[in-house]
């Protein structure tokens, strides 16, 4: 089975601008999350999708935003960029059911954003 | 709410040591357990997970048991080689409660010396 795969791996762009990253998650995981992972903060949740619904939010500003696809993948958009934006955002997969449970995350290689 | 606080790094040892990296939790609820491994340059990888107390995880020679009494979920390889040179993350959830997340430990450095 093919693992999570996130497009682009490395991303430059300089402040005020919007990016967006995308996440294919493994088949037949309908779950979808993404993490912040800086030197100073470490791993932070941002948000997770199911079934083209956000279901969770970190605490993050609205500048970042997500959405889900019908066929499971995602996309995470961070819009008017700050320095501090710079960060390897890592995408996560697992199966999950409406009723609450959800198994274990499977990670992708992340996305390193710098931003100039 | 939920909180994750393990050794920090880094930890330099020699090839064949004996590795323990401390990892302790906060959580209401009974949460399951993860230990993540990143290489350079790499995203993170499932190490080993326990889903309920008393539980051990083990892959690739890495063991860890989960202990309720002690809220611990300590990492160890009995004889650890230079490829195993990473950060270790401990991370825990609650895998039913609906919109799950993980929340991870701060990372310990591992780097082995032949």
């Known amino acids: 089975k093919a693992g999570v795969t996130q497009t682009p791996r490395y991303l430059i762009k300089t402040r005020g601008q919007q990016v967006t990253l995308s996440c294919s998650p493994i088949?037949?995981?309908?779950?979808v999350s993404w993490y912040q992972q800086t030197p100073g903060q470490g791993l932070q949740f941002l948000f997770e999708y199911f079934s083209e619904t956000q279901r969770n939010k970190g605490n993050f500003p609205g500048r970042f935003s997500g959405r889900q696809f019908s066929n499971s993948r995602s996309e995470m958009n961070v819009s008017t960029l700050e320095l501090g934006d710079s960060a390897l955002y890592l995408c996560?997969?697992?199966?999950?059911?409406?009723?609450?449970?959800?198994?274990?995350?499977?990670f992708g290689p992340g996305t390193r954003l710098t931003v100039l | 709410g939920n909180s994750v606080t393990q050794m920090e790094g880094p930890v330099t040892l020699s090839e064949e040591a004996f590795l323990t990296i401390n990892c302790t939790y906060t959580a209401t609820g009974y949460p399951s357990l993860f230990w993540y491994v990143q290489y350079p340059g790499e995203g993170l990888q499932l190490l080993l997970k326990a889903t309920k107390a008393d539980d051990k995880g083990s892959n690739k020679g890495f063991e860890a048991t989960y202990r309720k009494e002690t809220t611990s979920f300590h990492l160890e390889k009995g004889s650890v080689q230079v490829s195993d040179s990473a950060v270790y993350f401990c991370?825990?959830?609650?895998?039913?409660?609906?919109?799950?997340?993980?929340?991870f430990g701060g990372g310990t450095r591992v780097l082995v010396k032949p």
């Open positions: 996560a997969s697992s199966f999950s059911s409406a009723s609450g449970y959800t198994d274990t995350q499977y």
């Open positions: 991370a825990l959830s609650d895998s039913w409660a609906a919109g799950n997340k993980l929340t």
């Open positions: 088949s037949g995981h309908r779950s």
